[in-house]
């Protein structure tokens, strides 16, 4: 009987394990989830959210979503974990290669986080929330090349039964990038900042180390 693993490529298993030496901030739950099936012979998808718990928001927040968290809580008094960002992040490995990709893997990621009115107006955002990506992945030293994405500002207006419901104004990240090797622990590590810092999450203090995050093993999904 032919085992399953022995039709995955070495790389493909060497990035994997890459994956599972990454740790994240505690604000931030990682997960497995279902991989696209037809991108690439591989991959292997994770989902993340930023949960803050009310009162534990942090006080420096930043923007958006973690300073409105801030200010519900304060007001209300609510303990309940809210939702600040969310996101998804894609490895695809083609042992043939792509010349698109000008390589054999692939990194397509995805965050959408909710904005503060003044800051979804900015014409500049779409700037801002690329350069987040770029000194993520500049300040954890993940090499990469052929990188490209789009940013996408969502308005969100109800009307009807519903028109008493208050305009959202959200930011989505759509992004892609190549890898210089199959360890891509850097990568992930990258991403899971980039994240947070979607949520309005203050940067780490210097010296102060990521808890790495409980998380189902990345799998494989053979095409």
Same mark, same amino acid.
């Given at each position: 009987?032919?085992?399953? =693993?022995?039709?995955?490529?070495?790389? @493909?298993?060497?990035? =994997?394990?890459?994956?599972?030496?990454?740790?994240? !901030? !505690?604000?931030?739950?990682?997960?497995?989830?279902?991989?696209?099936?037809?991108?690439?012979?591989?991959?292997?998808?994770?989902?993340?959210?930023?949960?803050?718990?009310?009162?534990?928001?942090?006080?420096?927040?930043?923007?958006?979503?973690?300073? %409105?968290?801030?200010?519900?809580?304060?007001?209300?008094?609510?303990?309940?974990?809210?939702?600040?960002?969310?996101?998804?992040?894609?490895?695809?490995?083609?042992?043939?290669?792509?010349?698109?990709?000008?390589?054999?893997?692939?990194?397509?990621?995805?965050?959408?986080?909710?904005?503060?009115?003044? %800051?979804?107006?900015?014409? %500049?955002?779409?700037?801002?929330?690329?350069?987040?990506?770029?000194?993520?992945?500049?300040?954890?030293?993940?090499?990469?090349?052929?990188?490209?994405?789009?940013?996408?500002?969502? =308005? #969100?207006? *109800? @009307?009807?039964?519903?028109?008493?419901?208050?305009?959202?104004?959200?930011?989505?990240? !759509?992004? #892609?990038?190549?890898?210089? *090797? *199959?360890?891509?622990?850097?990568?992930?590590?990258?991403?899971?900042? %980039?994240?947070?810092? @979607?949520?309005?999450?203050?940067?780490?203090?210097?010296?102060?180390?990521? =808890?790495?995050?409980?998380?189902?093993?990345?799998?494989?999904?053979?095409?």
């Amino acid at each position: 009987m032919v085992n399953a =693993l022995d039709q995955v490529p070495p790389a @493909f298993l060497d990035a =994997l394990g890459a994956l599972r030496k990454a740790q994240s !901030r !505690r604000e931030l739950r990682l997960a497995e989830i279902p991989a696209p099936a037809r991108l690439a012979p591989f991959a292997v998808a994770l989902g993340a959210e930023v949960l803050a718990p009310g009162a534990g928001t942090p006080a420096a927040a930043v923007h958006g979503p973690a300073r %409105m968290a801030l200010a519900a809580a304060s007001a209300t008094g609510d303990d309940s974990e809210s939702e600040l960002a969310t996101g998804r992040f894609i490895l695809l490995h083609d042992p043939a290669g792509s010349e698109v990709w000008d390589g054999d893997f692939r990194i397509v990621t995805y965050i959408r986080a909710e904005l503060e009115p003044d %800051m979804g107006n900015d014409e %500049m955002l779409g700037s801002v929330a690329w350069t987040w990506l770029v000194e993520a992945l500049e300040s954890h030293r993940a090499a990469y090349r052929a990188a490209g994405g789009t940013a996408t500002r969502v =308005l #969100s207006e *109800s @009307f009807g039964t519903l028109a008493e419901r208050p305009g959202t104004i959200d930011i989505e990240l !759509r992004a #892609s990038w190549t890898p210089a *090797s *199959s360890d891509v622990t850097a990568h992930l590590e990258a991403w899971c900042d %980039m994240v947070c810092t @979607f949520a309005g999450l203050p940067p780490l203090p210097d010296g102060v180390t990521a =808890l790495p995050q409980r998380r189902r093993n990345p799998g494989t999904r053979p095409g």
